[in-house]
Structure formats: C-alpha cells, structure tokens
C-alpha cells in the first residue's frame, strides 16, 4: 500500500509496525509516551501498545542506553531515543565503551540489536546543542553501524531494517526533514540498508550527500542544470559502513566528486571519503575531492546557522570550483 | 576437579524454592525500619564495625545472633558451612596463581580479590542458578560459584581474549572494566526479568570507587523508578586504587539508598555468613516485587588493586595487619573447629584440592594459545560491515607477503 506520509509519519508508522510484528521491541526515550516526542515520532504508540513497552524514561542519557544494553542482553530490541544530537553526549561512554563492544567482548556470543535513534542538524533555528551532526564521532568506533535516511520511504524501511539487525545501529534522523512529506510503499522490498542509491544520474560531477543534505544537493543539481552542468545525486544513507563502491562507480563516470554534509568538514565523513576515492579513482579523477560542511567552530546561534550550513550557493560554488580544474 | 562445589551450591538452590518468597512480607517491614533508623542515625565511622554493621560471625569466629538475619541462614547445615569454606580457601589459592603467574610473565595484569573472599562467597552463594551476575573485573569468587571456569578468566588477563566465557551458560555477565558500566545493564536486564514476569532477581557488583560514578547513580533512580529486581551489591574494600573511600563520599554508602527511595544495608564484608544471609534477603525482596537493594559489604583490599599497583605509596601495614585479623577465611576456620563441623581431615584434604587447583590453573594458563591474527575481525559486527570485510582481506593480502618472503629464502 503506497500513501504519502510525512518522514516524521514515516517513522512513526515503521515503529508501530516493528511494535505489532515483534513482542520483544521496546520503544524508551524522554517524552515518548503521552507527548510521543518532542518531534511526535512516537505519537500515538503509548496509547496503542502501553507503557511497559512504549517507556518514558528518566532524564539520563547514560541510563536510557545502558538500560537498554541491559534489556537486550535479555533478548529485548530496544529503540531509544536521544531526544537532540546534543545530548547524546552522556550516554557517548555507554554507546562506544559498552554497545559497540560487547558483541566482540563476547566473542559473538551476545547480540545488541539497539536502534539509538537521534534527531540531528540544523535548521530550525534551535538554542545550542540542538542542531549537531555528530555522526562522525560514531563512525570511528567499530561495532557501530550509522545510517540516515533522506526521505520518508527510506526513514520508514531503514528503521525496519534497523530494528530487524543484530548490530547496533545508530539512526540520524534528519530533523529539519521531518515535515517533508514523500510516498511511502509498506509492501515494497527494500534494497540493502547500508547500499547507497542515485537519485539523479549526472554526467559532469558526483555530490555525495546523506540525510537532510540531499534535498539540498538536488536542488543544487536542479540549478547547475539550468547552466549546462548534469550533476549526479548519490544519497549515500549509510554512514558505516560506507558504500564505497557505489561512490567508485559514479565517480568513475563523472571523474569529478563533492561531498557535502552539515556536520564539520574537518575530520568529517567527507574526509573519509575523499582518502578512499582518492585511492580508488586516482587516474579517474579530473580535479581533488572537495567538500562542504560546517566550519571548526561550535554550531553559531540560531541567527547565524544559515551562514554555517552548506547552502546552495556554497554548493554551487564548490562545483564551480572542482568544474575549473 | 570440579570447579562447583556440590557441598557449598546447595545454599544457592536452597534459596530457590519457596524460601525465597515467605519472608516477603516481613522482608517489607524490616526494610522501612531498617532505612529509616539507619539513615537517622548517622555514623562517619570509618574503619570498625559499627553499631550498623550485620555481623552473624565476629573475627574471632564467635556466631552472633541477629534477629532480623538468622532466618537466612538457619538453615545451614555443616557441610554447607563446610562448602562456604572451601570455595573461600579454593577461591584464595586460585587468585595466589594468578597473582604468581603476572610475576612470571605469564599474564599481563592480574586484579586480586585477596581479602574480599567473603563477600563474593558469601553473596555468590546467595544466587539461584536462575539469577543473574553482573560483575566488575574483580569478581573471581562469584564466577566460582557460578560455575565458571577459574581459567576462562585468565584469558583477558593474558591479552588472548577480552572476556572467554559465555555469559548465558552460567548467567554471569563478562568482566566490565569501565567502572559502574554494569550496573545499568544490570537494572535493565533485571527490567526485562520483570516483563517477562520471572521471578529470577538480578545481582550488580561494583566497588566504592565505583560509587562516584553517574552510571551508579543514574543505575539507582531507574531501578527504583521501575522497581527492577536488582541487588547492588557494593564491595567498599575501602580503597579505590590509592584513594581511600573518604575520597569519594562524606556519608556511609549504604545510606545513599534510602535518598533513591529503596533500602540500604551494610554488612560484614568479611563475615561470609552474614553476606550470605544479607544478600539473600535483599535477592528475595527483589524476586517477591519489592524492588532495588543496596547491599554495601564493608571489607578490605589485602593486597594491591591490581599487579601493577604499589600500596605502599599510599597505605601502611597497620591499617592492613589490623584487617588481617578480621580474616574472612580465618573467621570461618575458627568456628568449624569450635562448633565441631569439620575435622583436621577435611581441611587436610582442601589443602591437596587446593594445591591441584593451583596446578590446573598454571597448566592451562601456559597451554592457553595466542589468538589466531584473524581475531582481530571477528566479531566486530554480528551481521557483517563492508569495511571490516576490505580490511581483513587488505590484512591477508599483506601477512602473504611474509609467506611469499619465507618461501624466497
């Protein structure tokens, strides 16, 4: 059944559904239960499936992941949610020390099937620590795996796929994507969760983006269109593992490669990605990879971020710049 | 040689059957009591037994009666006494081997429970084959009465493996080096325990310097939140590597409970009757619904934290021949030979037991393999990751090169 649901909607249809299919998920945050989130993605799921397994917890990140650690060393498949990027800080030590781990610790004998799910990046003109892309600083730690969907379809099947794996797997949710509506299939097969996907087929350059970077990277696309200049579209939903081979095979037709995502471009996964396609296509490639992203400053007040976050003139102008060589 | 005692696991399965919930009740009472005069009378005594402190066997192997505990332990029968003492004295001499095997360069650390044998016997003991362990890295005795290997522990100390054991097959989690990581995977597993409507209590170790930790912390709001069945069993062995416990907190840790809203009890630490009865009691009232324990066992680290430590930079010999007289394994002696439970035959022949521990131990350590170099990849991910997939064959592609070198020559 196809409808057209907003990427909040989405998610919220895809936990109900892992709800219904699965006695043992369990769905834990700060305000998911009554309110259903401060996004609403939980709305409704308190009511319908009470509150042993849709559970409002205590204010303490550290808590709300270990405790879920601990629920599914019992055979729970707890998805909790961090309720900004930036507070996933106090649970940093349980999700790195602890969740990645344990799976290797117990030389495969245990499982973390634990979705943390966290709304992240900018635009909505938030106060501090709501508006970060921290995704990098989980890319690091082995153990985890680090997706983030684009659009509604992907938020509603990758979240399936999330819940259903047996790794921990850490879930960006592109907050200022929340309200964007898109169609949804319930029924459709989806492709592999960590595969990435062309949205736009391009002949001059690839633009690499994932989670709320790729509606910017479109319409960038739509624009350099206007000029002559065919850019191809990768989302790239996957953070870890990355799809390298799909970033390879657009490069090698387009020979050109930009990466754009909200989070610092210094030590980004855009860093990670030009090192590797660099190695990759060397004799492919017409011009060095280049980047956009935020700058090495603390995210800037609300007044300031459209300055701080790739926007579609420093998109463009990136382009230009790697078109030139 | 088996590594369970079938004397000394009967108290466990004792505590299984109807035991376990008819003092519920009463168990009720005797906790808002207990918290209540406790938390009033306020005590900064640091080193002595307190007026506080439940004590069922003095140093000098005296058993003393105490109202509210007796019950847990009436029962005991000599052999289980007998039991109690040779897991203690098995216990002692398998940690000697380690400690011996750091020296000969056959582990690379080793983290001592000499001294604090009691306290992990005696709440060892107190668990039902259905419960669950969450330990720190320190927990050899209660591995021991789970029936956990003692040379399955040796592997992480020995750099082959980061945790060699199954944590399902005797219910006893890995070690947890991270200080008070466990005790929220504790309270959430034991949150799991309560949905799936079991009756099987949860059992968190960790230490006083594990105490200033927010996981501990945060452990203790979501446990009594929930009203998870779980015992925090704190061993305050009084030092946290050099820091003493006045380091990390101005008020008895036992009474840190009562602001959480669930009982605290401080215990002999060195008494493995009164651990015994102690942490029974506190499993008990988790598996009948009564909700969280903290149980502080006030005891002593003999020796240094771990074989890389110094204690003579920071602590005198008086403060630890002073708690050598409280001996726990002593203590026990001490009353076997008054109450006439044991004879000179019996501690004769766990002295040949205890010798072939030590040898099995030392055979095996020196037996244990290094890991194959492909270890590395396993396991990182339970379903696969592309990178770690490009990388071991990147890592294969470069130890051939070495074959290839080999060959040459």
Redesign the interface.
């Known amino acids: 059944m196809t409808e057209k649901m907003a990427l909040a909607k989405a998610i919220n249809e895809s936990l109900r559904r892992a709800l219904e299919t699965d006695p043992k998920v369990l769905v834990m945050g700060e305000d998911v239960g009554k309110l259903g989130g401060v996004f609403r993605v939980t709305d409704g799921l308190q009511k319908d499936f009470g509150d ?1 397994r849709v559970i409002d ?2 204010l ?1 990140e ?2 709300i ?12 498949r707890p998805v909790v949610e961090i309720q900004f990027d930036g507070f996933v800080f ?1 649970a940093y ?2 999700i790195v ?2 969740l990645a ?12 099937p634990v979705v943390v799910r966290i709304p992240y990046g900018g635009g909505i003109g938030a106060v501090e620590h709501h508006s970060e892309s921290p995704e990098a600083l989980f890319a690091h730690v ?2 985890l ?1 680090i997706v983030s969907p684009s659009n509604a379809s992907d938020a509603y099947w990758m979240m399936q796929q999330a819940i259903q ?3 921990p797997v850490i879930f960006f949710e592109p907050k200022r994507r929340y309200w964007d509506k898109g169609e949804v299939n319930t029924e459709a097969i989806p492709g592999p969760l ?1 595969k990435a996907r062309v949205v736009r087929e391009g002949t001059d350059l690839t633009l690499a983006a994932y989670g709320p970077m790729v509606k910017l990277c479109q319409e960038a696309a739509d624009a350099a269109a206007e000029e002559g200049k065919s850019l191809e579209v990768l989302d790239l939903r996957s953070v ?5 081979d799909s970033i390879q095979a657009s490069v090698e037709k387009t020979r050109r490669l930009v990466v754009v995502h909200e989070a610092p471009v210094f030590f980004g996964s855009g860093a990670e990605i030009a090192a590797r396609i660099t190695e990759r296509c060397f004799y492919h490639l017409e011009a060095p990879v280049l980047r956009v992203g935020g700058y090495h400053a603390p995210y800037p007040p609300a007044r300031l971020e459209e300055e701080y976050l790739p926007g579609l003139d420093r998109v463009l102008d990136t382009v230009d710049r790697a078109l030139a060589y | 040689m088996t590594v369970d005692s079938s004397a000394a696991s009967e108290p466990r399965r004792s505590a299984a059957g109807k035991a376990g919930t008819t003092g519920s009740k009463t168990g009720t009472k005797r906790t808002t009591s207990r918290t209540t005069t406790r938390t009033t009378a306020r005590t900064t005594s640091k080193k002595s037994a307190d007026p506080e402190l439940v004590q069922l066997l003095t140093p000098e192997g005296k058993r003393v009666k105490n109202a509210e505990y007796d019950a847990y332990v009436a029962g005991i029968t000599p052999e289980e006494l007998r039991g109690l003492y040779r897991d203690m004295v098995l216990t002692r001499r398998f940690d000697a081997e380690a400690t011996a095997l750091q020296r000969q360069g056959e582990l690379g650390l080793w983290a001592s429970l000499l001294g604090q044998e009691a306290a992990q016997i005696g709440s060892g003991r107190a668990t039902r084959e259905d419960d669950y362990v969450f330990p720190t890295y320190r927990e050899h005795g209660v591995a021991w009465c789970r029936g956990v290997d003692p040379t399955n522990l040796l592997g992480m100390f020995r750099g082959v493996n980061h945790g060699g054991w199954d944590p399902n097959s005797n219910n006893f989690h890995l070690y947890t080096i991270v200080i008070g990581s466990q005790t929220l995977h504790a309270t959430g597993y034991a949150m799991g325990v309560a949905k799936d409507g079991a009756d099987s209590a949860v059992i968190a170790y960790f230490g006083d310097g594990a105490s200033s930790q927010g996981d501990v912390a945060e452990s203790f709001t979501f446990s009594a939140v929930y009203n998870a069945p779980v015992v925090f069993f704190c061993q305050n062995n009084q030092w946290a590597i050099s820091e003493p416990t006045e380091k990390q907190t101005r008020v008895p840790l036992y009474q840190r409970a009562q602001g959480f809203g669930f009982p605290g009890v401080r215990v002999d630490g060195n008494d493995v009757l009164a651990c015994l009865a102690v942490t029974k009691w506190a499993l008990e009232r988790a598996r009948s619904g009564e909700g969280p324990t903290l149980v502080e066992a006030y005891t002593y680290r003999m020796g240094a934290h771990t074989t890389s430590d110094d204690p003579t930079r920071y602590r005198g010999d008086e403060e630890r021949l002073a708690w050598e007289a409280k001996d726990p394994i002593l203590r026990l002696r001490r009353y076997l030979e008054a109450s006439n439970h044991a004879e000179e035959g019996f501690f004769a022949e766990l002295e040949i037991e205890s010798e072939a521990l030590g040898r099995r131990v030392r055979e095996a350590v020196r037996a244990m393999p290094d890991p194959d170099n492909f270890a590395i990849f396993e396991n990182v991910y339970a379903d696969g990751h592309a990178l770690v997939d490009e990388e071991r064959a990147q890592f294969a592609a470069y130890q051939a090169t070495f074959a290839d070198v080999e060959g040459g020559n």
């Not at chain 1, 781990?101 to 973390?112: E, F």
């Open positions: 042993s917890t205590p303490a550290s808590g992941v270990g405790t879920a650690i601990g629920l599914a060393l019992r055979g729970y106090p030590d349980q020390t602890q781990k344990m799976h290797a610790r117990s030389l495969g004998k245990v499982k973390m082995a153990g795996k794996s047996d790794d960590h870890s593992p990355l799809d390298f």
